[in-house]
C-alpha cells in the first residue's frame, strides 16, 4: 500500500491533558501519526493512560508555534463548528464535510495541516481566516459540537488510507508571496479599503479549494505583472 500524503493532526491550546491521550489514540487507530501541539496543556499520566497503545503518538507529538504551522503546510485545514450564514462573510465559509475534504486532498502530495481548536471555544477568527479550507462535521441542529477527540476521530476515519498524491502543491511560503502580490495589486486598481480584508480572505478560500501547483502561482504572478505594466502605461 502507497504511504498517505504527510497530515499533521494540530491541536491548538488544548485546555485537558484526556482529550490529547483520546486524540493520539484515535489518530492510531486510523494510520495516522503526526500529532502537533500548540500551546498545550501539561500531558502527563491522564493523557498517557487514555492514550493506550499509542503511546508512541502521544510521546513523538512536536510541540511548535501556529505560524510555524501554517509556514510549513502547503494546504492547511480548519475544523470549526461555528459557521457564517451567508458567503457575504467569508471567513468561515464555504465550508466542507469531512468526506468532501477527502476528495480535495486525496490527489495531493504535500504536507497538510488539520488544525483543532480549543475545547471552549475552537479556532479564533485569526486563525481561521488564515487557514485555506473550512471544514466542519455536520452534527445535530440540537447539539452540534463534538468533543475534541471525537472529532478528531471523525476526520481521521474519513482520510484514513488515502494513497500519495500525484502532484505537489505550492509551498506556503510560494501561496504567501502571492497574497502579497494581490494585495499590492488592490492597491494598483484602487479597490476600496474597506473591502480588502474580506477580498482577499475570499481569494485564499479559492485558492485552497483549488490546490495551486508551483506553476500556477509563477503562471498567476505573470499575469498579474502583465497588468500592472499595462495599468503603469496606459497611466
Same mark, same amino acid.
Given at each position: 500500500m502507497q504511504a498517505m500524503p504527510e497530515i499533521d493532526i494540530v491541536l491548538v491550546e488544548? !485546555?485537558? =491533558? =484526556?482529550n490529547v491521550g483520546f486524540t493520539a489514540r484515535v489518530m492510531k487507530n486510523f494510520g495516522f501519526h503526526h500529532l502537533v501541539l500548540v500551546d498545550s496543556c501539561a500531558v502527563g499520566n491522564a493523557a498517557r493512560a487514555c492514550a493506550s497503545h499509542a503511546l508512541d503518538v502521544l510521546d513523538g507529538a512536536e510541540r511548535i508555534g501556529i505560524s510555524e504551522v501554517y509556514d510549513r503546510s502547503s494546504l492547511t485545514i480548519a475544523t470549526t463548528g461555528e459557521l457564517n450564514k451567508t458567503v457575504c462573510r467569508s471567513r468561515? @465559509?464555504?465550508?466542507?464535510?469531512?468526506? #468532501?475534504?477527502?476528495?480535495? &486532498?486525496?490527489? &495531493?502530495?504535500? +504536507? $497538510?495541516? $488539520? !488544525?483543532?481548536? +480549543? #475545547?471552549?471555544?475552537?479556532?479564533?477568527?485569526?486563525?481561521v481566516g488564515k487557514c485555506d479550507v473550512i471544514c466542519t462535521i455536520p452534527g445535530s441542529p440540537e447539539y452540534p459540537i463534538l468533543n475534541l477527540s471525537h472529532a478528531v476521530c471523525v476526520i481521521c476515519y474519513e482520510l484514513a488510507h488515502i494513497p +500519495?498524491?500525484?502532484?505537489?502543491?505550492?509551498? %506556503?511560503?510560494? @501561496?504567501?508571496?502571492?497574497? &502579497? %502580490? !494581490?494585495?499590492?495589486?488592490?492597491? /494598483?486598481?484602487? %479597490?476600496?479599503?474597506? /473591502?480588502? =480584508?474580506?477580498? !482577499?480572505?475570499l481569494l485564499r478560500r479559492i485558492f485552497g479549494r483549488t490546490r495551486l501547483t508551483t506553476r500556477e502561482v509563477s503562471t498567476l504572478h505573470g499575469l498579474l505583472r502583465r497588468t500592472e505594466w499595462h495599468i503603469d502605461n496606459k497611466k
Open positions: 488544548p !485546555l485537558y =491533558e =484526556e468561515r @465559509m464555504p465550508y466542507y464535510t469531512p468526506a #468532501e475534504v477527502r476528495e480535495l &486532498v486525496e490527489d &495531493v502530495d504535500g +504536507r $497538510i495541516a $488539520i !488544525l483543532f481548536g +480549543r #475545547e471552549n471555544w475552537g479556532l479564533n477568527n485569526s486563525e +500519495r498524491g500525484t502532484y505537489a502543491l505550492a509551498t %506556503h511560503q510560494e @501561496m504567501d508571496s502571492l497574497y &502579497v %502580490h !494581490l494585495d499590492s495589486f488592490l492597491d /494598483k486598481i484602487d %479597490h476600496p479599503d474597506f /473591502k480588502r =480584508e474580506n477580498t !482577499l480572505i
